[in-house]
């Protein structure tokens, strides 16, 4: 099992410019998140998906869409990119059949920078 | 919304010994909590977990200590080795599943 994969590993982008972000999981888990990490801080949530078909803004929605395309894919994309979106972005799953409960298995990563 | 922090940003340790990485929390209804382990390029690795019916939860090398009352995580290493360098968050669970996680402490294990 490849676990959880992200597409593009690097990514620069201009001011304005759109992109998609893809991830994949081919664990068979329901819920998948989206996360931002900037240099000094966390993880913050930017939308999830609790399962296939829902999803739901997280702290950080602004300037970011998602599609959960099925239940292996759930994509984010920046419309009009700015340069505070500049940052390391995240994908997760998780199935609450796991035996750790709420463990969150996460993707190697995309780094974007906005110009 | 809920934060979590971190006492130390930075903990440098000689190999051998043992690490205590410390995690402060306010939301006194979060239920569980788990803690993180981030290669450098690479994603969050799960290390352990611990609910908030417990005290204690010992892994491999690794123990987790909660303390209810004054709303304090912490995890300990033993015999910390040069693979365990890496930032270590602390996270809980917020309503809906959710995960908040803390800001991150860097640990160095000198050789």
């Known amino acids: 099992n490849a676990g959880v994969t992200q597409t593009p590993k690097f990514q620069v982008l201009k001011t304005g410019q759109s992109m998609t972000l893809q991830c994949a999981q081919d664990?068979?888990?329901?819920?998948m998140y989206w996360y931002r990490q900037d240099p000094g801080m966390g993880l913050r949530l930017i939308y999830y998906?609790?399962?296939?078909?829902?999803?739901d803004k997280g702290e950080v929605p602004n300037g970011y869409n998602v599609s959960r395309l099925n239940k292996r894919e759930f994509s984010l994309r920046l419309e009009s990119a700015a340069p505070s979106q500049t940052s390391v972005y995240f994908c997760?799953?998780?199935?609450?059949?796991?035996?750790?409960?709420?463990?969150?298995?996460f993707g190697p990563g995309t780094r974007l920078t906005v110009l | 919304g809920e934060s979590v922090g971190l006492h130390l940003p930075t903990l440098s340790v000689q190999e051998g010994d043992n690490s205590i990485i410390n995690c402060a929390y306010s939301?006194?209804?979060?239920?569980?909590f788990i803690w993180y382990k981030q290669e450098s390029g690479k994603g969050p690795q799960f290390i352990i977990d611990?609910?908030?019916?417990?005290d204690k939860r010992q892994g491999q090398r690794v123990t987790v200590l909660l303390n209810k009352t004054v709303k304090h995580l912490s995890l300990q290493i033993a015999a910390t080795q040069p693979g365990d360098s890496a930032v270590y968050f602390c996270?809980?669970?917020?309503?809906?599943?959710?995960?908040?996680f803390g800001a991150g402490t860097i640990l160095r294990v000198k050789s």
């Open positions: 996270a809980l669970r917020e309503y809906g599943n959710k995960l908040v």
């Open positions: 664990m068979n888990h329901n819920s």
């Open positions: 998906s609790a399962s296939e078909g829902t999803t």
């Open positions: 939301n006194s209804a979060s239920d569980y």
């Open positions: 997760a799953s998780k199935s609450p059949r796991q035996a750790v409960y709420n463990e969150q298995f």
């Open positions: 611990i609910r908030s019916n417990m």
